[in-house]
């Protein structure tokens, strides 16, 4: 079992930036997993943003974040990040961190995922 806890969500203006965390917690381990952060809107399915393949170690990112958004590993391996830049009112949404053991094919594929954290709300507006 693996147990996730997100944080760093909150309100900011069009433009600004935020960078949001995912930890293993409990003693749960992210290593040899797919790691991915995907965000739902109100009304809206929710979408792979930016997912980390165990397969490839390659981050594959939606077209709509690609060149804002950046996804790392902390050095412990246990860690996750995504450094959100520039963000519009689009981005706003919750945001979730997932890990599973994942294909490479559907390494952005919400339904691979077995794990997840709890969300963190993200808010743009001016």
């Known amino acids: 079992q693996v147990q996730l806890v997100e944080s760093g969500g909150g309100l900011v203006q069009p433009g600004e930036s935020l960078t949001l ?7 749960s381990s992210l290593d040899g997993y797919a790691v991915g952060w995907f965000r739902q809107a109100p009304g809206k399915e929710r979408e792979g943003v930016s997912c980390l393949s165990s397969i490839d170690s390659v981050t594959y990112s939606a077209n709509a974040v690609k060149g804002r958004f950046t ?11 995504l450094q959100m830049d520039g963000l519009q009112p689009d981005d706003a949404a919750d945001y979730y961190c997932a890990a599973g053991v ?21 808010t743009v507006s001016s």
């Not at 965390?21 to 003693?27: F, T």
Request: glycine share 16%; hydrophobic share 25%.
């Open 21 to 27: 965390s995912c930890a293993g917690s409990g003693g």
């Open 71 to 81: 996804m790392s590993r902390g050095n412990d391996k246990n860690t996750v990040y």
């Open 102 to 122: 994942v294909i490479l094919s559907r390494t952005r594929d919400v339904s691979a995922y077995t794990y997840w954290g709890q969300g963190t709300q993200v």
